[in-house]
């Protein structure tokens, strides 16, 4: 079993009354990459995240709660401080 964190970049744009729309995951090399990203991104989404999750990619099991690593802006609830 070989552990690897993958570093993921999930912008939105709003749908339909108070609904957001998910852009494409974009997937990023490390951290700071992915930071840089969502900072990018801010500017034209009315949400950004960048998170981190670590898992096995061949069992498909990855840690439960990402690590938030940059967030601004509207985001599902999954992405709220609580």
């Known amino acids: 079993m070989t552990r690897e964190t ?8 709003a749908g339909k009354g108070q609904r957001l729309v998910a852009d494409t995951p ?7 990459a992915a930071q840089r990203t969502a900072e990018r ?3 034209l989404r009315i949400g950004v995240v960048a998170f981190s999750t670590s898992g ?4 498909g099991d990855y840690d439960d709660e990402p690590v938030v690593l940059f967030k601004t802006g509207r985001l599902p609830s ?3 401080d609580g």
Do not use: G, R
């Open 41 to 43: 991104l801010a500017l």
């Open 56 to 59: 096995d990619a061949e069992t």
């Open 78 to 80: 999954q992405f709220e």
């Open 6 to 13: 993958v570093y993921v970049v999930q912008a939105f744009q």
């Open 26 to 32: 974009i997937s990023c090399k490390s951290a700071p």
